[in-house]
């Protein structure tokens, strides 16, 4: 289970940048839950990274602030019995949040206005209903 983690087509990050933990996992498991350290930590350090250009580490630390300790991101993964698919979780997780990350930010949204025949279509259905409102009250009398 190693190798680099690709997380887009320009940005790959080497194994030698990631740091892995292991620790007994709480959960499913049995009697072998108690001598398996089958709980992953995957640490990345993006301020140290050499893989990161000037933009997409920018972006990474204003939109992982809160996640961020000391420039180090960490994702955990317990939820599977075996280290290995531990391991395998953590990758995907770290790889999306990084995609997620570094995605270029959203278009600015154009204000527009409303063509006339709109506005003339809205203004006709309002007196309509308005129209209506006024008989039913000229009936309650």
Known sequence: MTGDLPVRPTLVVPESEL???????????GQSVNTT????????DLGASRVLDPVHRERLVARLGDRLVDGVVT???????????????????????????????PRTRR????????????????KRRAQ??????????
């Open 75 to 105: 994702v955990t993964a317990s939820e599977h019995r075996s280290q290995l698919q531990n391991r395998k979780a953590a990758l995907a997780r770290l790889a999306a949040l990084l995609r997620e990350g570094t995605a270029p930010p």
């Open 132 to 141: 209506t409102k006024r008989t039913r009250r000229d009936l309650g009398d």
């Open 111 to 126: 204000p527009t206005r409303p063509s006339r025949g709109a506005v003339e279509r809205r203004l006709q259905a309002k």
């Open 37 to 44: 350290d089958s709980r992953v930590e995957l640490s990345w």
């Open 19 to 29: 740091r892995w933990r292991f620790s007994r996992s709480s959960g499913p498991g």
